[in-house]
Each structure stands twice: as C-alpha cells, then as structure tokens.
C-alpha cells in the first residue's frame, strides 16, 4: 500500500537532519554538520537550543527535563543543564567509531548506538555493541554483534527496545530487564533491499522506518509486514510522529552521498510531513 499523499514541506536549509523527537510541541532535532539541535514550531519556524561542535545525533530528555545529546565525532553523550556548559559522559571505551542515535526510557536511561566501523575510510562493516548510560553516569554494554545500530524505540509499555540494525537489513527486539539491561533477543522485522534508519512507533505497535536507499517511509509490523509506503524524493534518515493529535509524520531527509562540505555549502536538508491513520505511541 502506497501513501497518494504528496509531503508538504515545513522546514528546508539543513546539512544532514536527524534524531527527531516530539516534545512539548515542537519537533526536535539534530542537523550533523552545521553542529545545531534545533526546536521546531508547528508553522516552521526553527530555534537553535544547542550547539555541539563533535556533529550532534540522538536526543533524549532526563526526568528532571535536562536535554542529553549524543556527539557523534568525539563520542560523547552531553548533558544541557540549563544555561551551564554541558557535562559529558565518555562513550570511547566501548563505541568503535561515531556514536549515532539514542532512545531513553521514563528513568533516564539512554541506549545509545554507534557504527561500529569506519564506513568513511572504506573499512568493511563489522559488527559493535549497544550502550547503556544510567542517569548517574555510568556506562555498559547491554549488547553486542549488532551490525550498525541506529534508530531505536521503546514500547510504549517500557518492556520492549526495538533497534534498527541498518547493516544487517533488519529490526532486532530486546526485553527491557529491571536494571536496564537487554535480554531475549530475537528478529522483529527481516528485510530484503532495505537498510533501515531511524525509526518510530506508533499506537498500534507498528513502527515507521526510514529507508534511504528506496527513498521511502515504511509502516512494519512485527514479522515484517509493510502496510504502508511514502515516498520521498531525496533519502530520509529518520522520522516522528506528533502534533496535536499525534497524528503528523515528520520526515527528515537529505543526499546521504553528499560530503559535508558540499551540504554545508549547498543545504538541501530539510523536513516534510504526511497526515496518517494512527497516531504515536504514548
């Protein structure tokens, strides 16, 4: 099934748009090159709340409401406190090139995933571990052998963590065990042709999965179904769904092939929405 609606335009002028989330009305995001997390207004009007010179990816909010980005280029999670300078968490140790997105859960913890190798050097893909930060600091792999772990999203339960393994074309689920750890694991979607990004999950237990190289937003279901198919002119990295009614899908794309230099020169980033059926997960 194919979505006949065309995407409307809400915001363009971005390097490499990504980690989008929905909060306290606006969509926020991360634009790697130009170093920026940005909140978004409904009518498009974007604000720059952080600046991280290491190229910002997963976003994520500690209880207390403190906004925690992840620095992709230094591997770091930093924590924005207010108007102080953000504290850091280091990542080195265990992340074996750039960190990438995250997904926390109602305690504050963060899973953070990284690319496991050096895709800019040519290196073959190899596989690397998922990490978990706890809001006091401290730092753990809670998994391991997964094959470029990006997008992730936790049910709305808070039992389950779905992770986009985008070089091993698949959804790969966890049990959420009572210290944070990861158990059970097991393939949620199989793909064929389809390296999945960044993700998000709806109130029917379906996720929306970006699909750079088909160009295209996904609607999964557990086994791999797909209901429902957008496509988009330039490659998405990831996706949100918000709005009032939850019901908005926001869609972050840029020319993943493009270095940053030429984005930077030439920012056709930028973000689209489609109404849909079935709203975000609360």
Known sequence: MTNEQTPTLLLKGLTCPDGARWRDGHLWLSDFFSGRVLKI?????????????????????????????VSMTDLRLLRFRGSDA????????????????????????????????DYTAGEAPAPTVLILVT???????????????????????????????????????????????LANRRTWAQF????????????????????????E???????????????????PTCCALGGDDGRTLFILSTLLTASPEQLLADPIGRVDTVRVAVAGAR
């Not at 090139?97 to 899973?111: C, E, I, L, S």
């Not at 006091?136 to 049910?155: E, K, T, Y």
């Not at 791999?224 to 490659?235: A, N, T």
Request: with cysteine.
């Open 86 to 117: 953000p504290t850091a968490v280091d990542l080195s140790a265990l992340a074996t090139f750039h960190t990438n997105d995250m997904v926390m859960d109602a305690r504050g913890r963060a899973y953070i995933g990284n690319c496991g190798f």
């Open 41 to 69: 207004a409904p009518d498009g009007s974007a604000e720059t709340v952080a600046e991280v010179p290491g190229r910002p990816s997963g976003l994520g909010w500690l209880p207390d409401g403190s906004l925690q980005v």
């Open 192 to 215: 064929d042709n389809v390296f999945p990004d960044g993700l998000c999950l709806d109130a029917e237990g379906a996720v929306w999965v970006a699909s750079p190289t088909g160009q």
């Open 135 to 181: 809001p006091h600091g401290q730092v753990r792999a809670v998994a391991d052998d997964l094959m470029f772990p990006n997008g992730m999203v936790i049910s709305a339960d808070g039992k389950t963590l779905i992770v986009a393994e985008t070089y091993g074309s698949r959804l790969t689920a966890f049990d959420i065990e009572a210290d944070g750890g």
């Open 217 to 235: 937003v996904l609607r999964v279901h557990q086994g791999g179904e797909i209901s429902q198919r957008i496509g988009i002119d330039q490659q």
